[in-house]
């Protein structure tokens, strides 16, 4: 493998200007496959979830699941495309192993949602991103290549092909060409596949989990002098499968193409691998044409004429944006933007919601899940949502803080203990006996103590050097083994000493 020789990305930037574009595969979340009534679960036991339809075998016949055409129509709806009344499956006729049938049912030239667009914040501006196009297609199995280092079919004695996946209803969005993005391309990159992810998730469509696949990116990145009128040659950079990845593959791609054209070369137009652990790309396949892939409509089905009121219901049934629910939150939790990023970024928008609606505030749900259950969801290598303990449980906890009954240190060892299973916050609370030292005498007899004890810090405070106190409240906290609030301490040791 030759090592690309590569252009500092800031130096590109002040020659070359980018333009990118995504084709995003998104396997939708019907309980049935597209064409037939196998199940989908993420996970069984391999080619357990198959049948003549999906494994191709000769006289079956496919039949159209009526759920992924909504689904497909709510996505259209969603991205402000028009909607086909009228279109067809076409036949891309390819040889793949893991594809069974030797063709892909997918859609050519009749997509069945077309003209959209996204608008996605991108450094403090909104970049309308346009929408090309939303077809339906089905997903291929998958190929497990065993015996090599590198689980790649190089290397490997003998590959195993698992068809469960076969036949998963798989939504392909392509955006038109995003010029004008600058040095902003990679960043802008992500930030589509992360606004589509959100979009995805609200819609309900499917688990958008790019871990497991069921959101793929291929990033298309081409290079033109700047001034230039006409765009570059493209390249297009497969199955990019982490929002960290689709950056850092533009990135790379700017970095080499660059490298290319300085010296006089000319950018092939070609697919490209992205290599997770070096963030580089490689050549594959020079890239096929469209009439290398002999498409046709597909003869076994029906065209898909959906009725206007059928469109029209989906539409009145559409949620909130994304971008608007959190333009509403922002406004109403009083946050700023980089607050609100920071929460989405941490997946926490929705449980911080739902902590706010069992009777938080905002600044008390935001400082929890941001702050003691993000690091504790950190430690655990584990996502903030699948921590053992519910929105209802924080804002409990945050309820006790706010009404004096807790402090922090005491708040943080009772979220603990309702992670550790104890039960609720209340529940834990009388079971620990963890409870603020509210009790004036005992409180007192404790200030009187640690004044006794520190008669030098006393004296200065009684001075009037008022930022002297503090290892006099931290005695009364060490004597009360962190159970009184500290606020409170202080107050009591300066009437004491004044
Ligand atoms: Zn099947």
Redesign the pocket.
């Known amino acids: 493998m030759t090592t690309d020789t590569l252009v500092p990305y800031s130096e590109a930037m002040e020659r070359y200007e980018p333009v990118i574009g995504l084709e995003t595969h998104v396997e939708l979340g019907t309980r049935t496959?597209m064409?037939?009534?196998?199940v989908t679960t993420f996970g069984a036991e391999p080619n357990s979830?198959?049948?003549?339809?999906?494994?191709g075998l000769p006289g079956s016949l496919p039949v159209v699941n009526r759920m992924a055409i909504e689904y497909t129509i709510r996505i259209g709806l969603a991205m402000n495309c028009t909607i086909a009344e009228w279109c067809r499956f076409a036949r891309k006729n390819y040889f793949y192993p893991d594809m069974p049938k030797n063709f892909q049912i997918s859609q050519y030239d009749e997509p069945l949602c077309t003209d959209g667009w996204l608008d996605v914040g991108v450094n403090g501006r909104t970049v309308r991103v346009g929408i090309e196009r939303v077809h339906l297609e089905e997903d291929t199995g998958k190929s497990l290549h065993v015996g090599g280092a590198t689980g790649r079919i190089h290397g490997a004695e003998y590959s195993l092909v698992d068809y469960n996946r076969a036949?998963i209803p798989l939504v392909e969005i392509v955006t038109k060409p995003i010029p004008g993005t600058g040095a902003d391309a990679p960043v802008a990159a992500r930030l589509y596949v992360t606004e589509l992810r959100d979009l995805l998730r609200s819609l309900h469509v499917s688990d958008v989990r790019m871990e497991e696949g069921s959101l793929r990116c291929d990033v298309n990145t081409s290079l033109a002098p700047r001034g230039s009128a006409a765009w570059g040659t493209r390249t297009e950079t497969k199955n990019v499968n982490s929002l960290r990845s689709v950056e850092r593959a533009v990135l790379f791609e700017i970095e080499r193409q660059a490298a290319v054209l300085d010296a006089g070369g000319r950018v092939k137009q070609e697919t490209r691998h992205f290599h997770e652990n070096t963030g580089t790309t490689t050549a594959g396949r020079s890239k096929e044409e469209a009439q290398d892939y002999r498409y046709f409509p597909e003869p076994d089905l029906v065209p898909v004429a959906p009725p206007a009121e059928w469109v029209e219901q989906i539409r009145a049934a559409l949620p909130e944006p994304p971008s608007a629910r959190r333009a509403r939150l922002r406004a109403e939790w009083d946050l700023s933007e980089a607050d609100m990023t920071a929460l989405s970024n941490a997946g926490a928008l929705d449980l911080v919601a739902e902590t706010v609606a069992a009777g938080a505030s905002p600044a008390d749900a935001r400082k929890w899940w941001l702050g003691e259950l993000a690091r504790l969801a950190n430690e655990d290598g584990t996502e903030l949502s699948a921590l053992g303990i519910t929105p209802a449980q924080v804002a409990r906890i945050s309820e006790l803080v706010a009404a004096g009954a807790l402090n922090d240190k005491l708040a943080r060892q009772v979220i603990d203990a309702v992670l550790a299973g104890e039960g609720d916050p209340d529940e834990v609370v009388k079971a620990r006996g963890l409870a603020v030292v509210s009790d004036e005498s005992a409180l007192t007899k404790a200030v009187d103590e640690a004044i006794a004890d520190n008669p030098d810090i006393a004296a200065r405070v009684r001075e009037g050097r008022v930022a002297a106190v503090g290892p006099l409240v931290g005695a009364v906290m060490k004597a009360t083994r962190g159970q009184a609030d500290a606020a409170r301490v202080r107050e009591l040791i300066l009437r004491r000493l004044s």
């Not at 064409?35 to 196998?38: A, L, M, P």
């Open positions: 496959k064409f037939c009534g196998c979830q198959v049948c003549p339809v999906c494994l036949g």
